[in-house]
């Protein structure tokens, strides 16, 4: 069924019954309050919020299995809320129901450093998690755009700057503990490094955005702060010498630890939102990890791939707080862009492509861009092929609606035609189920399905994400 | 239901119609001749063949499609067979019913050398895959001890000894083309590096042994040559010396290539095997790739650490002619243990425990086989912490088979309790069934049987494997 219709046609009241068992058990973390409700109804994306009927606020694993138990049994659905900074729609109440709030589940409950492993509870963020290991001689690298928590990153599959040498999510998570449909709790795997143990539970439900069970607990792989880090910054004549350079780079092998694409859009906003002085051309940002001497033979390999590419310089921040500065611009790219035309919301888009292809894919999309006057800025984690485009648009202009809309659609096709993938980090949500249709195909959208539905019969868990029932 | 029982109650003859419609459509490449099927009964481990029914040789996805869709129609088992080298009874039809041997799906589809990444038959084997992409300066590092087929690979989520640096089939594969248990064609995933497009029906699959579909086609990455490699063998006091040094290098990053270990009775059989003279103590096998700096660093920082756990030297290996000799020898292992005791089989466990554990896990082990007096010899691809105990018993010996089957099991209590898992690398088969329900707990194994009857309802992919019906 069609999101839309269904808002209305599906919601119903929240059952008093449901509401009384809910409001005994969480007491003064149980709220109908508007304005609690309409800040669980929205995430990042430029819909308008759809606010559910109730939100509680979890402390532990049990609180979130009698809470489901509860919905379970009224058959009133269960969206969980980590930092509401999905893109995609991802948390919003279609269909009315209880939204289980996991940032009160803050604890960081277990770090084996001798065995480079941590499980946290839902809610710790990843910055908080390497807030609480820096004494460790540790580090978590996945960091996607916002302070995310780890259970909504495990949710959506998440990524960042560092997964083109740490990997995503989907290789990071070792183990989950889940709240299923019907209230019950499970362990989907260890801490061992490798397991061959039957079905993957783990990477089942990671990327399931709550459509399947809810995350409660996450174990993931740490790593060893490197011995050396060093980051360079290189502007580049046009955005296809930029993501050449970064083809090459990949295709020798180069362990780097981060490669950024920003176009000169993305430039000319950073530099107005962090006081930055970054030529405006497009522009490489990368980190090297490794011992001091390999840093050194890193960066030269890459310093001569750029100069062949025709690189204006290759400026050094070898200094932690030159660093830190650059890469705190680079995160904050989402909303110095949204400055660019202020008031405005973005939509972002997220393909990811096969790595000779990616130059191809960004120039044309750039072309599309401009054809039809977006504002618009491209941000890409290029080493894994990966980019988003950012359009600042009014989001009850139809007008300005479907022009954004259609650049996505035309990247999409393009990124598919390339073997590449709607969504490389942001997920499905309920905004690109007909891509994923596109992407994957009836018959496989149809397993998708299969497993749904055995998962959560009743369709309860995150209604109308991925797929439709 | 228990599968010894299982096998006369639910064993059934081929049904005629079906006999003949696969007869039609495979010709010569249908057989029912007692030597094929029994030759498509047995596996690598201990256990008595149990033949199928009849054995079809597919050659493409289409073919198997069409033999599933028959099998279906007449609710008649299918069992895919690519090398026959699994170790947990993978392929034994204990219900009869069709194997499909895919050993003639050995064609390489695509090798983009450009994207590092290669989409083959199911049939390709490892040594075939890395034969026929060694001009392009790629290489695919997964190598479980056989020369097993990628298909086979994916399906039991095989690793071996380059999985520390490079990781497992969990990580390396991209995408997969599946038949499902109604014959329909899927595919999994496409060759971008990283997607949150929905549901992980890659990972679902990898290690699904053929429960869930039959994997036709495999992409997978592929990586550099590195630009040096150098080998080095390295032998200790004892075994806790030899385990310690791992743990130590791995808790420090150093990204080893690969690091075997290979207790005394290994190292004393692959000498008689390959006619070494590697002194007969505990042994660790290393291997460093990078650059020519990069490696002699790695190689100085663990001989180091060697150093400090009482190693004997460090003897290195440059010459690649040297390098071939150490790894066969590592690789034939499996053979060599065998001659241990002639006429035995061998049982082969296979657990897996966060990395600071490992020393106390292998030691409790190996003590455990001294006093149950076990011919037994002990290798470990020990950076994952992952280690294999080979027991070579005398099948029919009601007596030998409990011994080794106590150790065993000891050892599998002993992993799960260290937060480790009952199979690193060797899947679960017919034999770890029990210990799946131990590691996993039973509302973890309800989900993964809600998964199994989703996508099989009428339980005629390989039944009888992985979890109970």
Redesign the interface.
Known sequence: MDQVTSIGALRKPLPEELRLALAALFEDRFSTAAAIREHHGRDESSYDPMPPDAVVFAQDTEEVAQAVSLCAAHGVPVIPYGTGTSLEGHVLALRGGVTIDLSQMNRVLAV?A????ATVQAGVTRKQLNQEIRDTGLFFPIDPGADASLGGMAA????GTN?VRY??M??NTLALTVV?ADG??????????????????T??F???EGT?GIITEVTVRL??Q?EAVSAAVCSFPSTAAAVNCV?RT????IPVARVEFLDENSVRSINAHDSLALPEKPLLLFEFH??E??VR?QAQLVQDIAAEHGADGFEWATRPEDRTRLWTARHNAYFAMLQMRPGARAIST?C??????LAECILDTQADCEKQQMVYAIIGHVG???FHVLMMIDPHDPVDVAKAEGVNARMVAR??SM??????????GMH?MD??LQ???A??????R??????DPANIMNPGK??RW
Chains 1, 2 share one sequence.
């Open positions: 084996h001798d065995d480079l492993t959506t599959r998440a990524s997964a990997g995503t989907r290789e299923t019950n709790v499970i362990k989907t795997g260890t801490r061992a490094r490798k397991s061959s143990a039957g079905y993957d539970l990477r089942v990671v990327g399931s399947l790593y060893p490197p083809i990949i295709q020798m092998g490794g011992s001497h390999g033979e997220d990811c492509v096969p790595i000779s292809r894994d092929g990966n990124a598919l073997d590449g993938t709607c969504t490389g980090e942001h997920g499905v690109k891509f994923l992407e994957h195909g018959p496989a959208i149809d397993m998708m299969l497993l749904k539905r055995a998962f991925i797929v």
